[in-house]
């Protein structure tokens, strides 16, 4: 498949390959070869406001860049700030389903949108900054100012499949990089963030991720151009640029790894990846590494695995038992502790639901 001059690789990667090495899957299969493994058995997956926001700024980011305005009055302003907010808008309402629809969510904040509207402007800046267009109003960008634009971006949202099928990476932009004099002397990766910048270079992990992407392009596009690759973090609207040696040939050995077998990968219990990992309640090294104290209880987020004891349909109280590890093989018993809960309106409903009120 080939854009913009640009060869993406073959349009189906799995067509080749069963499995595919992604930047996040081996992120996770290094974080712990276990929730990676989990990752891949179809377990109900978590969903929460930061990636709401995420993924509206991103597809917001996306709709708008493909917006054709050839045919619009060059001199228009006004229109970019009234285009973002129905787009966005869009866009939230969308991810808002998702969310309602996905049975692991946390609660929804409304108040959430004010930050996709901030994050998806800035995003917006930074485009055009990357044009020389500096300290404009959003309002005050002209239709001319946009296709300038338009016309640096090569791809948005491109999907790019190594020939031999084992690496895929989706770019959020590929931009051409201009001289001083505007002519384009190579290309830039860039990768939207919309989460907390670093403190001072990128992350080992985003670094990777980048320099991935750069070398899955060069690998698809041996006569390419220079390239350079950008984290570009929304909150504090500043570009961090990615550097590193190939990857390729460590990606190549992780993908051997991480081919899927009947048995669990191995579990590594680490107090900050556990804490953070959606599919802990399936892993038995989880629950018996919190039993044993070898683990601490994360501050913030608690998973339990628990027994509903008492379900009061009428007014959401419930009373649950905690369950504790029966040897080290997922076998589970009841502890001696219990704790009362009263459930909200979304979550009253889905334990009605569940219990079919029976209990």
Not at 102 to 125: C, I, M, Q, V
Not at 217 to 231: D, F, M, Q, V, Y
């Amino acid at each position: 498949m080939q854009d913009g001059g640009v060869y993406w690789g073959p349009p189906e990667g799995y067509d080749i390959k069963e499995y595919q090495l992604s930047p996040s899957s081996w992120n996770r299969y290094e974080e712990c070869p276990r929730k990676y493994w989990l990752s891949r058995q179809g377990l109900p997956r978590k969903i929460s406001m930061p990636i709401v926001i995420g993924n509206a700024i991103h597809n917001s980011v996306e709709d708008i860049c493909n917006v054709d305005v050839s045919d619009r009055e060059s001199t228009e302003i006004g229109w970019l700030p009234k285009l973002a907010k129905d787009i966005l808008s869009k866009h939230w309402q969308l991810q808002k389903d998702i969310f309602f629809e996905t049975k692991r969510h946390s609660g929804w904040k409304k108040n959430s949108y004010n930050k996709a509207r901030e994050g998806l402007d800035k995003a917006l800046f930074m485009l055009l900054n990357q044009v020389k267009i500096i300290d404009v109003e959003l309002s005050k960008v002209t239709i001319d100012m946009w296709k300038v634009v338009k016309d640096i971006i090569l791809a948005n949202e491109g999907t790019m499949n190594s020939e031999c099928g084992k690496l895929m990476g989706r770019l959020d932009l590929l931009l051409k990089d201009l001289d001083e004099s505007g002519n384009e002397k190579g290309w830039i990766v860039v990768d939207l963030k919309t989460g907390r910048p670093p403190k001072g270079n990128l992350s080992e992990t985003v670094n990777r991720q980048l320099l991935f992407y750069r070398d899955l392009l060069i690998l698809n596009n041996p006569n390419h151009p220079s390239i350079r690759t950008e984290g570009w973090y929304t909150s504090n609207k500043k570009m961090y640029e990615a550097t590193g040696s190939s990857v390729t040939e460590d990606a190549m050995n992780a993908w051997q790894s991480i081919e899927l077998t009947d048995n669990p990968f191995q579990a590594t219990p680490h107090e900050f990846i556990c804490g953070f990992c959606e599919w802990k309640a399936w892993c038995p090294k989880w629950l018996v590494a919190i039993h044993d104290d070898t683990l601490k209880k994360h501050k913030r987020f608690n998973d339990e695995v628990v027994t509903l004891i008492n379900f009061d349909a009428e007014e959401g109280l419930a009373s649950f038992k905690i369950m504790i590890p029966d040897g080290i093989d997922g076998e589970l018993i009841d502890s001696e502790k219990s704790f009362g809960a009263f459930f909200g309106k979304s979550t009253f409903k889905s334990i009605k639901r569940a219990t079919n009120f029976r209990i």
